[in-house]
Structure formats: C-alpha cells, structure tokens
C-alpha cells in the first residue's frame, strides 16, 4: 500500500482517440475484463441485499457501482477489448468465480443485516486490492487514471459499511482481507482528502 498512488479525480473522461492507444499485454486485458465484471457483482450484490433488508447505503451505493461499472465500459471499448459483460440481469456472468463469489455472498448477506453489512464490507476490501495490483499492472495513464477512481470510491464505501455496521453491530469492524495497516491507512483516506481541500474552500470564499 505505501507504494499505491493516492486517488485522482472522479470526473476522470476518456477523450483520446481510439487511434492513439497501444497495444495492451495479456495481464492487462485480463484485469480490465475482471474489474468491469467484479464491479456488476458488486452493484448486483448490494442490489438483492436492498431488497432483503432495506437499509439505504445499498441503494445509495448502487448507484456508485453502476458508475464503475460504465467507466469500465468506456475503458474497454476504447481499447476494443470484448466486454465480458453480455447481460445486465442481476446475477449473469460470464466469469465463472465471480459467478461463484456472487452467490456465496449473496447467501451470507441473506443471513442477517449485520452479515449483509459484513458482505458489503467484504466486497470493498476484495475491490481494493485487486484495482491496487491492477494500477500496479500497467502503465496506460488513463487505465491508471481509472483505476484511481475506483479504489477512491471503494474507499469511501469501506468507510460508510465500516459506520453503519458498527452503529447496528454495537462492536469494532475487523478487516478481513486488508492488513491492519492497510486497513487504517484506507479508513484514514478521507481525512486526508478533506484536509487537503480545505485551503482551497477558504481561498474561494
């Protein structure tokens, strides 16, 4: 995690012209064919969990999900990569694991809410370290540029699961994929990013 690069904008667009890319290697079509199906599990996760349960922060975070989801869409038609993603139907996949992770994390978040909220935090953890070792991967800026937005979002979605299980759970979340220091660096991500914006707020007034 020292070595990751914070996160970049989240207005990040895609204008080059399909002319000025360079061939993509093996690994790196790999990754982007992954994430951009990995970030519709994540959306039809939260989506049959809304269902279950009610509680907001999986419809809000949908919404985030649908947006990553068409970032990498962008990403991949503007390399000419075959997306992956031939269906929109909750649950249809075309990668066997991820198929299979939706499913078992569908029936753990079905268990309880607080196991619902476990799954979501699940998720984000999962995300994470596989856009880190996806930036880490490639050298395309705007696949880099992307790729920071993602794992921006992801952060702040750790961050809200992270609230709303302790409110409703009563006890401290424990990481379950990140290390304790990758964990604290992720949660403390937010901090940082206000305390950078706030010259600029006081500048503008």
């Given amino acids: ?15 080059q012209s399909a002319n000025e890319t360079s061939e993509l290697d093996d690994t790196e079509i790999h990754h982007l064919q992954f994430i951009r199906e990995e970030e519709k599990m994540a959306r039809d996760v939260y989506r ?3 269902e279950k349960w009610g509680n907001p922060i999986f419809s809000n975070i949908v919404e985030s999900e649908q947006a990553h989801m068409d970032a990498m869409a962008n990403l991949i038609a503007f390399f000419g990569i075959v997306d992956p993603v031939t269906s929109d139907e909750t ?17 753990w978040g079905s268990q ?11 998720i984000e953890e999962y995300d994470i370290l596989d856009i880190w070792k996806a930036y880490e ?7 880099q540029e992307v790729y920071q937005n993602l794992y921006e979002g992801s952060y702040n979605h750790l961050d809200a699961f992270v609230y709303v299980y302790e409110l409703v ?13 990758e964990y604290e660096d992720v ?18 007034k």
């Avoid at 649950?91 to 029936?107: M, N, P, Q, R, W």
């Avoid at 196991?115 to 699940?122: E, F, I, R, T």
């Avoid at 009563?170 to 994929?177: I, N, V």
């Fill in 91 to 107: 649950g249809a996949f075309t990668d066997k694991d991820i198929a299979g992770l939706y499913s078992d994390l569908v029936e």
């Fill in 187 to 204: 949660l403390n991500f937010k901090t940082q990013a206000n305390q950078e914006q706030e010259p600029k707020q006081k500048e503008g």
């Fill in 48 to 50: 049959v969990l809304y």
């Fill in 112 to 122: 309880s809410e607080i196991d619902a909220l476990l799954v979501g935090s699940y």
């Fill in 169 to 181: 759970a009563g006890e401290s979340y424990e990481p379950k994929l990140l290390s304790a220091d």
């Fill in 1 to 15: 995690f020292e070595d990751a690069p914070m996160p970049g904008s989240s207005d990040t667009l895609i204008m």
């Fill in 137 to 143: 991967e490639t050298d395309e800026e705007r696949i």
